[in-house]
């Protein structure tokens, strides 16, 4: 099997195999990167030395290859130091289509002072598998953290992150796209946590759900008394596209400071009959239309993406939804 197929150009391609580091089927970091695997914990420490700017993304490629069903647990512990700069991309695949596997991957994230980490995470795994992740981030002041989880396909897949404002001035920018079809189930919980003064956060998701799929979002802000001059937004927006599917939303504020800008948003809707109808009028088969409007809808979440390689890899996938 020509696993390279799964890599992207353009990437320090590092790969994982069923939980484990798989040298063999992995590219050289660049000095002043470190990656250690502990098999027997399926733990792995990533670190970046500071003020390392990396000139291209760092992609961790989990495969999951198993002639029975199996269940992972995979522990990731990233540090970005001071003053450095990457962008890591992390990518679950499964390599069969019909066998079950049941993946846990709890992820620690620390970044240093003015470190920058830009995180985008996509979930492939086949229809009948159960993905569950756990992140926690923790920044000091005046870093910077972006991520974007992508999660497109699986008979279950739930994502927790949990952002810890600890340093002042330190940046937080959330967003995430949650599709499932069918029966399967799609969750996403969202935490940000304002602990100094003058932080920021923005949170914002989507969702869709077909058939008789369920889908939940909990999005959480919370402001300390001594975070002032703290601002923060959550939007949640979403689509249900069938009578049987059900997607529960829930916003949350906690503001426990004076001198803040907070606001929050959360809409579940069906796509727009009369558009639909416009889209017909001017010849477009109706499953067409519901396609490009899916894809509308998606767009501002992929078009965050710079990376090519990946954003022609979401476009593709979120195209067959």
């Known amino acids: 099997m020509n696993l390279k197929k799964y890599y992207f150009e353009g990437c320090y391609n590092v790969c994982f195999l069923n939980g484990e580091w798989a040298p063999d089927l992995s590219e050289a970091l660049p000095e002043g990167m470190t990656l ?21 993304p760092i992609h961790f490629l989990f495969l999951i290859n198993q002639s029975t069903p199996s269940s992972f647990c995979f522990s990731h512990h990233i540090e970005i130091q001071a003053q450095a700069e990457v962008m890591l991309i992390e990518q679950y695949v499964s390599l069969t289509e019909t066998l079950p596997t049941s993946s846990e991957v709890m992820t620690d994230i620390v970044l240093g002072k003015n470190a920058t980490l830009r995180h985008a995470k996509m979930i492939l795994e086949n229809n009948v ?4 992740g756990k992140q926690q981030v923790m920044q000091d002041e005046k870093s910077y953290y972006e991520t974007v989880c992508f999660s497109l396909s699986g008979l279950s897949s739930i994502h927790e992150t949990c952002v ?6 330190a940046e937080a920018y959330l967003s995430g796209l949650y599709c499932a079809d069918h029966h399967h189930k799609v969750e996403q919980r969202v935490a940000v946590l304002h602990k100094k003064q003058n932080t920021t956060s923005r949170e914002t998701f989507k969702g869709m759900v077909n058939h008789q799929a369920r889908g939940l979002f909990e999005g959480k802000i919370v402001v300390d008394k001594q975070a002032q001059g703290s601002q923060a937004s959550l939007s949640n927006k979403n689509i249900v596209l069938s009578t049987e ?8 504020l906690e503001i426990y400071a004076d001198d803040v800008k907070c606001t929050h948003g959360a809409t579940v809707g069906c ?5 639909l109808f416009y889209l017909q009028s001017r010849g477009l088969p109706l499953e067409e239309a519901k396609q490009l409007l899916l894809s509308a809808f998606a767009s501002d979440l992929v078009s965050t993406i710079s990376f090519k390689p990946l954003k022609e890899k979401l476009i593709e996938k979120i195209g067959v939804f």
């Open 129 to 132: 598998s159960q993905h569950l």
């Open 164 to 169: 810890k404002l600890e340093g002042e001035y």
């Open 36 to 56: 250690k695997n502990e098999p027997i914990k399926s733990d792995v420490y990533f670190q970046c030395r500071e003020k390392l700017k990396i000139d291209k």
């Open 245 to 252: 599917a059900k997607l529960e939303t829930t916003p949350q």
């Open 271 to 275: 796509l727009d009959e009369a558009v």
